[in-house]
């Protein structure tokens, strides 16, 4: 079983670059990223497999975030440029089951952090 711990969140002006990182124990898992907004779904942001291969990324971000992962240290990354107050959202990253088949739904992942709070002002 996974346990997941965020962090890295926080208030940024528009334009501005944030990086967030989740630390995961108990395995190496397919990592991703979803974001919620007041008001809305919880929505796929992008995922990692620990070969380090991902999927494509959100349309709403692509170009300005990137994901990685250090699988030395069991620890995902987001690095977020080109914030804009769209962005604004709470953050959760969440490790994956052994069954991958689709990494855009949130039902395949498995455990989940506890979300941290990323605020871009206009």
């Known amino acids: 079983q996974a346990q997941l711990v965020e962090s890295g969140g926080g208030l940024v002006q528009t334009g501005g670059s944030l990086r967030l990182s989740c630390a995961a124990s108990?395995?190496?898992?397919?990592m991703g990223w979803f974001r919620q907004a007041p008001g809305k779904e919880r929505e796929f942001v992008v995922a990692?497999?620990?070969?380090?291969?991902?999927?494509n990324y959100a349309e709403s971000v692509k170009g300005r975030f990137t994901i990685s992962r250090d699988n030395t240290k069991n620890t995902m990354y987001l690095q977020m440029n080109s914030l804009r107050p769209e962005d604004t959202a709470v953050y959760y990253c969440?490790?994956?089951?052994?069954?991958?088949?689709?990494?855009?739904?949130?039902?395949?992942?498995?455990?989940w952090g506890q979300g941290t709070q990323v605020t871009v002002s206009s």
């Open positions: 108990g395995g190496t898992f397919t």
């Open positions: 969440a490790a994956a089951g052994t069954l991958n088949f689709d990494l855009t739904s949130r039902s395949t992942y498995l455990y």
């Open positions: 990692i497999r620990p070969s380090g291969t991902t999927t």
